[in-house]
């Protein structure tokens, strides 16, 4: 089975940085995706971390620590579009390698002007 | 990236009907992904559609509450069968991407039931 957990609520004004976690439990991890959300819209993705370290996208960055089961996505210079409720996924070893992922119930990040 | 159309996008429907949802793609693809997420919740995955076989549902999901179609590689419904209103979500169509797993999703079908 898989364990998946986030915050479920962070604020932050524009400008700032955020850092939202993710912890997760699972048997035969093989990837862990960050997914943007906003309210109303289908998740868009933002990031995909299969091995240890950083992977930076701009003003996202993401973290993956497999030994520790944890994973962070790191937003930068905050404006008031990034809003949005952030899902950590993990995909599982094993099966398809299409796609099948176990979400976490998505952290909603409100940015204050 | 694929291009994803669902239909209809949301609907009001009676408590003990059921609904069809339908998912297009723009390119052939081999599995479908069928995903709910209902009011506060995170996306949930009810079934993989599978062309030319049957749809492999997970844990507490059953056919008989969502049967499957996939009659080609591009399209596949998701049925939604004598509805309550537990079954109020939005329901995902997605498709993944071969080397990563990465998801394209759907706009989503935002159901209410009375």
């Known amino acids: 089975g898989q364990n998946i957990d986030q915050p479920t609520e962070m604020t932050a004004t524009e400008g700032a940085i955020v850092q939202i976690n993710c912890t997760y439990q699972?048997?035969?991890?093989?990837?862990l995706f960050w997914y943007q959300q906003h309210a109303g819209e289908a998740p868009t993705f933002l990031s995909y971390?299969?091995?240890?370290g950083l992977e930076e996208k701009g003003r996202f960055s993401s973290f993956l620590s497999r030994s520790k089961g944890y994973s962070y996505l790191l937003l930068k210079e905050l404006q008031m579009k990034d809003s949005a409720s952030y899902l950590c996924?993990?995909?599982?070893?094993?099966?398809?390698?299409?796609?099948?992922?176990?979400f976490g119930r998505g952290t909603q990040l409100t940015v204050w002007p | 990236s694929a291009v994803i159309s669902q239909k209809p996008s949301r609907d009001i429907c009676q408590r003990g009907t059921s609904l069809t949802i339908q998912c297009q793609v723009d390119?052939?693809?081999?599995?479908m992904f069928w995903y709910r997420q209902q009011p506060g919740q995170s996306l949930t995955l009810i079934a993989t559609?599978?062309?030319?076989?049957?749809?492999?549902?997970e844990s507490g999901f059953v056919i008989d509450k969502f049967p499957i179609s996939r009659p080609n590689l591009t399209f596949s419904t998701l049925t939604v069968s004598n509805m309550s209103p537990e079954d109020s979500s939005i329901y995902l169509c997605?498709?993944?991407?071969?080397?990563?797993?990465?998801?394209?999703f759907g706009e989503g079908s935002r159901l209410t039931v009375l």
């Open positions: 997605s498709v993944g991407r071969q080397n990563t797993g990465e998801l394209f």
């Open positions: 699972t048997s035969g991890f093989n990837g």
């Open positions: 971390n299969v091995l240890d």
């Open positions: 996924a993990v995909k599982q070893r094993g099966g398809s390698t299409l796609g099948r992922l176990y």
């Open positions: 390119s052939q693809v081999t599995m």
């Open positions: 559609a599978n062309q030319g076989s049957e749809a492999t549902y």
